[in-house]
């Protein structure tokens, strides 16, 4: 009996020691050191090449100097051990730029040899996800890349936001009745699939707008509920809500529905237009 007890009471333990090890510690990155042979002369390469500001060496120790990334991270140089460091470009310490064209024209005009992945000169590598990336060295031998994340993700946002005010001017073209400026929103080709569950395209878009400016219950107003867009390099997914009143001559809501629009965006020479779309009640 003693036994089982004793077993039992490891098996918990056991299972305690678990629970804490995936809870109790959370490991971030804090820094990156290197091991330098002038650290005045790496200092100086980090703050002219790369723009790092220089802060507090709170070590306080003589021979050691650092720098900080634009996330808060931090780059320590020290020179005070004096082994001997071979790497080779597989260890690199990879900074996204914002503006990347104009960091590589940056270390171009500073004389500074790059590189792509495979050691070709000269030359900015292209990743299979489209990222592009610059392979150099500095004084100590040590590689960096630089890449396009950040502008990818800058791109990105601005994309969203261009949708985004595409849907908005949307709005505003059905409650101006401007069938004109809505119908260049749209691609010859579109389909969908609207609230009536009758599947349309093109030739009868405005065919729920014709029955909109019909109802003369009063006066409409519209209010749009931002919720997702998904970027798929030229074609765009939103998602938002809309929600449609219309109210008397004494401002009381008369009428109102609330739905939920789909709307696929496809980049084309003619700009941004709406591919297909779904509409349904809330």
């Given at each position: ?38 650290v ?20 306080k ?31 690199h ?21 790059f ?24 004084p100590d ?9 950040n ?66 219950t ?11 867009e ?52 809330k």
């Amino acid at each position: 009996m003693k036994k089982i007890n004793l077993s039992l009471i490891v098996i918990l333990f056991s299972t305690l020691l678990q629970a804490q090890d995936s809870t109790a510690f959370k490991a971030a990155f804090d820094h990156l050191a290197l091991s330098v042979k002038d650290v005045n002369r790496s200092a100086e390469f980090y703050k002219t090449v790369l723009l790092l500001p220089e802060i507090t060496n709170r070590s306080k120790i003589e021979g050691i100097r650092w720098v900080t990334l634009s996330d808060g991270r931090e780059l320590h140089l020290i020179s005070v051990i004096k082994e001997n460091v071979s790497t080779n470009k597989a260890v690199h310490m990879g900074l996204s730029m914002l503006h990347f064209d104009d960091f590589v024209k940056r270390i171009i005009a500073l004389k500074i040899p790059f590189s792509d992945w495979t050691g070709k000169a000269n030359t900015v590598n292209i990743r299979a996800d489209g990222i592009k990336q610059v392979y150099f060295q500095d004084p100590d031998g040590y590689w960096i890349e630089v890449n396009s994340v950040n502008d990818a993700a800058a791109n990105m946002e601005q994309i969203k936001n261009e949708i985004w005010q595409l849907e908005e001017n949307y709005w505003k073209y059905v409650k101006g009745k401007d069938l004109e400026a809505y119908l260049t929103l749209w691609d010859e080709n579109f389909i969908g699939y609207p609230g009536n569950n009758i599947i349309t395209n093109k030739d009868h878009i405005t065919d729920w707008l014709t029955e909109l400016y019909k109802d003369k219950t009063g006066a409409y107003n519209y209010e749009l509920t931002r919720k997702a867009e998904n970027v798929f390099d030229d074609i765009v997914i939103a998602l938002y809500d809309v929600t449609q009143t219309w109210t008397n001559e004494k401002g009381m809501v008369v009428k109102r529905t609330n739905s939920k629009i789909t709307h696929t965006w496809k980049k084309t020479g003619k700009g941004w237009l709406i591919i297909g779309g779904m509409g349904a009640s809330k």
